[in-house]
């Protein structure tokens, strides 16, 4: 079961915070129940709960867990939002992986499905996945898409812009691994590893950053935008195994600030800092890095998987989504 910090967890405890869908019921005999975390596991299909004042400010990351179907939205490194979600059904499943979004019409209309609504839809790939409000029904039940609920579908989309990204995972538990990012600020030794990479910031010149680490290719990608700007081989010591999410909350005179994201199945609060010993593990070519510094803003994310980012490799595939890859559906 994910931590939820227990500053953060007061807060929403004052917020009065959530709606039940289709209802003016609060959540709050919900949360008399007892902690926050067992507040999620007892939402019923059609709840969640959205607390955005928890963290006002600062960049949004989304996490989906088909195993738990649930929906987590991050607001500077803080969960602000949990909802209930209904992903694909058996034939149609929602594939998992690393993707950002593309494309945000209030009143879309399927073009593959029978010109069925899709009110509040965020593209995720151009071939009909996406978020949206639908019909949760407690059980995976689309045509691939996470269908959320209507009253936190509408918040939603206001707080997202494209190149957002989002991770769709299939496991609840996501055990914590290391490295951490922070190696892109400096530290640590890398010339050993061949600066091969390439580097096209001029094919996406503006948007929202993410940075994907590959343990199983020893490989990191940028994307700007959701298009792939760099690419770099890079070495971590040690294995890993699982996914680990953090988003870039600040710059200052003393350098980047990120935030380790707790994942769905993570047992550690929000804004926790791995020790100095784990963060030295990622090693990135030194004129790499430097390259990669010209475009961090607050509100860069970087996922590290032990999964492979592509076909023919021994790890297992990880699907990266990128913004030129079609037409819109």
């Excluded at 803080?78 to 979600?85: K, L």
Aim: proline share 8%.
């Amino acid at each position: 079961m994910m931590l939820v910090d227990r500053r953060v967890m007061m807060a929403w405890l004052g917020t009065g915070m959530a709606m039940a869908a289709g209802s003016a019921r609060a959540m709050q005999p919900v949360l008399n129940a007892g902690t926050v975390e067992e507040a999620v596991a007892k939402l019923k299909p059609g709840e969640f709960i959205w607390a955005p004042d928890v963290a006002p400010d600062g960049p949004v990351m989304i996490i989906v867990s088909l195993q738990t179907q649930r929906a987590y939205v991050y607001r500077n490194g803080v969960i602000i939002g949990i909802s209930t979600v209904s992903t694909g059904k058996k034939g149609h499943e929602t594939p998992t992986g690393v993707f950002t979004i593309l494309q945000k019409n209030k009143d879309h209309k399927s073009n593959l499905y029978n010109n069925a609504p899709m009110p509040f839809m965020q593209r995720l790939t151009w071939d009909g996945i996406a978020l949206h409000a639908g019909s949760l029904p407690g059980y995976p039940a689309s045509h691939g898409c996470i269908r959320l609920p209507m009253g936190f579908a509408r918040p939603l989309y206001g707080v997202t812009g494209l190149g957002l990204t989002v991770v769709i995972t299939n496991n609840a538990d996501v055990p914590r691994v290391a490295p951490t990012p922070t190696a892109l600020r400096g530290g640590g030794t890398a010339s050993f590893v061949p600066d091969s990479g390439r580097w096209e910031p001029e094919r996406a010149p503006a948007g929202p950053v993410s940075i994907i680490i590959s343990a199983a290719d020893a490989r990191l990608l940028v994307l700007r935008n959701g298009v792939e700007i760099g690419r770099t081989p890079i070495s971590i010591d040690g294995p890993v195994t699982q996914t680990a999410a953090f988003t870039l909350g600040a710059i200052d005179d003393k350098g980047l600030h990120w935030l380790q994201l707790p994942l769905p199945g993570q047992s550690i609060a929000a804004n926790q800092e791995l020790p100095e010993a784990e963060r030295k593990r990622l090693h990135i070519p030194e004129a790499f890095r430097a390259r990669v510094l010209t475009v961090l803003t607050p509100g860069t994310t970087v996922v590290l998987t032990g999964d492979s980012l592509s076909t023919g490799s021994s790890g297992k595939k990880l699907t990266i989504i990128k913004g030129e890859e079609g037409a819109g559906e």
